[in-house]
């Protein structure tokens, strides 16, 4: 093609950096995630892929963000955002590794016409990429890359410059609905703020928020994001004072440091600083605020943690009985969807009292979401706090349509319809997510303690393991087993039988170089015995012994 010199002079500029023997870059959990300085040449190929994803699908816009979230501020990320604001589409995972591990510029350029033609891709169709990042200092040299990309491959580029990772979903998805019937919003990053204001107006129903809302921002770009969304809640009609915390985006390495909802989560701890309040109502994002974990410390008991679990439970309750009361629940279909990191005892609460029906997918947004659109509303959430809420067009189109038979069906609908705009409908939002959750604490008159009894956590440990490598785990039964390295699983298997109402599993993760560990049992000290015996098993195994 005509574009062929281009790319190689380009590709030159920002060449692929060789890995050890052995090893080779993967499109993981969330994209390519790494040390940033290793991502240059990654982040160029990047661009090539969703140059050619944009050509493929008939010119629509993809978008590209650049943000390792809750990895360290020395990490950075890559990650392709597919027209209606979903994760790409899994077969072009196994392209963008291909693209992104050939050896030479010349081997590029290959495969790359090789995946063209493969695919039937006309190259001469237009192309449109859109792209944000996160406010770690080194996307500013990876989005040169990524533009250079699109340059070499006439590609349209327009660069939103610092975003969260679900704002960018977002204005993916506003660019390729704008003018339609489906549009799903302005596009900008303003449209975002209106749009999400104005549902959280509509949702409260004139209802009063019960006191103030401490949130970390884990030193990211969730910080400016929040503080810039609260100029568009109107003062006049919702009285919401937030204390912005954990918002320096200014020292690049506090990001995620002893903060965030990742800290929280896995240190099961509010952060250090600020000093916590006792009582106070706080939640915490992660570094691109796609991630939310609540919790407060109590006068009595200390810390308590409403975290993924607790955010799916409170939402699918609250919209279930809103569908009740909307006299829709022959119609439409509510499901939740979680993860083998999903605490035990929110599932039983949600299959037995809720009576809704649970799924088990791998780890990763993109599965969840993917199962979640099997149902009419799909509740979905990781424990780590990564979820939102999918509503079928039907279930849109219902809550518009339906002619109510009361003034309590009415104020039904009218609720289900802002909580559908209200949630971002492309990936896990925290800011969106947070404001369901003040919403639903605010319907309810709830308390943090009310909605901590609903069911009591079985306790867990996550632990991180460092292995030589991790690729040697690989796992079966949405990763509740281990598949590899042989006879690992049996051992994991005669440990947790020695516990009661106990679980455990280990997995390779998809966005650092590391094994993870789960484990949960009847009391804590079980729940940390069983996990640091698992992570010995995994030790063992990950070094060859
Ligand atoms: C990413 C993914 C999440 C996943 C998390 C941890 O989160 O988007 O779905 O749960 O990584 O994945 P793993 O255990 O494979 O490392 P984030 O917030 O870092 O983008």
New binding site residues.
């Given amino acids: 093609s005509t574009e062929a010199p281009k790319i190689v002079s380009a590709s030159k500029r920002h060449p692929i950096v060789p890995l050890p023997a052995g090893q080779a870059y993967k499109y ?3 994209g390519f ?1 790494m040390k940033a300085d290793l991502l240059e040449g990654v982040t160029f190929r990047v661009g090539l892929i969703a140059a050619l994803r944009s050509r493929k699908l008939n010119s629509q816009a993809i978008g590209v963000m650049i ?5 360290p501020a020395i990490d950075n990320g890559v990650k392709v955002v597919d027209p209606m604001g979903e994760m790409l589409e899994q077969d072009w995972e196994a392209y963008a590794t291909l693209l992104v591990n050939a050896p030479t510029d010349d081997a590029l350029l290959e495969t790359y016409n090789k995946l063209a033609t493969q695919l039937k891709i006309d190259l001469s169709t237009p192309a449109k990429v859109i792209y944000g990042r996160d406010t770690r200092p080194s996307g500013h040299k990876l989005v040169g890359a990524l533009a250079d990309a699109l340059d070499a491959t006439n590609t349209e580029a327009v660069d939103y410059k610092i975003l969260t ?1 679900p704002q960018l979903h977002y204005l993916t998805r506003c660019t390729n609905t704008e003018g339609t019937p489906s549009s799903y919003g302005k596009v900008s990053e303003v449209g975002y703020y209106e749009k999400m204001a104005e549902a959280f107006v509509r949702a409260l129903k004139g209802r009063k928020i019960d006191g103030p809302l401490t949130v970390d921002c884990a030193n990211g770009v969730g910080g400016p994001k929040l503080r810039e969304f609260l100029k568009y809640v109107p003062k006049d009609k919702v009285k919401f004072d937030v204390k912005v915390v954990n918002d320096d985006v200014l020292r690049p390495e506090v990001l995620n440091l002893d903060c965030g909802a ?1 800290f929280v989560k896995t240190k099961q701890r509010a952060p250090p600083s600020p000093k916590p309040v006792i009582g106070a109502r706080c939640c915490s994002l ?3 605020a ?2 939310l974990i609540y919790y407060w410390v109590d006068e009595k008991t200390g810390f308590f943690m409403l975290d993924g679990d607790r955010i799916s439970s409170l939402a699918a309750s609250f919209i279930a009985d809103l569908v009740r009361a909307a006299g829709l629940e022959e119609d439409l279909r509510i499901g939740v969807v979680q ?1 083998a990191y999903a605490n035990g005892a929110s599932t039983s609460y949600i299959t037995q009292h809720l009576r809704l029906p649970v799924v088990c997918t791998p ?4 599965h ?1 979401h993917h199962a979640a659109c099997n149902f009419d509303v799909g509740v979905y959430f ?1 424990a ?1 706090g ?1 979820g939102t809420v999918l509503f079928s067009a039907e279930a849109i189109r219902t809550f518009g349509a339906k002619e109510p038979q009361s003034p309590a069906q009415k104020d039904a609908l009218d609720t289900l319809a802002a909580v559908a705009d209200l949630i971002n409908q492309t990936v896990g939002d925290a800011i969106s997510d947070m404001l369901l959750v003040e919403v639903i604490l605010a319907h309810k008159s709830w308390t943090m303690r009310d909605w901590a009894v609903t069911y009591t956590d079985l306790p867990n440990r996550l632990v991180r393991v460092e292995v030589a490598d991790k690729d040697l785990f690989r796992t079966t039964d949405a990763e509740r087993r281990l598949s590899h390295p042989p006879g690992a699983q049996d051992e994991i298997d005669q440990c947790v039988k020695k516990y009661s109402s106990a679980r455990a599993f280990a ?6 170089n590391a094994c ?1 560990v789960y484990a949960e049992a009847a009391t804590r000290v079980e729940a940390d015995e069983l996990a640091n015996k698992v992570a010995q098993i995994v030790k063992n195994h990950g070094s060859g012994v």
Avoid: F, I, Q, Y
Wanted: glycine letters at 12%; zero cysteines.
């Fill in positions: 993981g959990t969330a995630r943000t390792a979230s809750h990895n990772t990742d992660d570094g691109d796609d991630r993860t780890t990763g947004v993109k969840l990781e780590n990564h997995r390779a993760s998809g966005t650092e993870r």
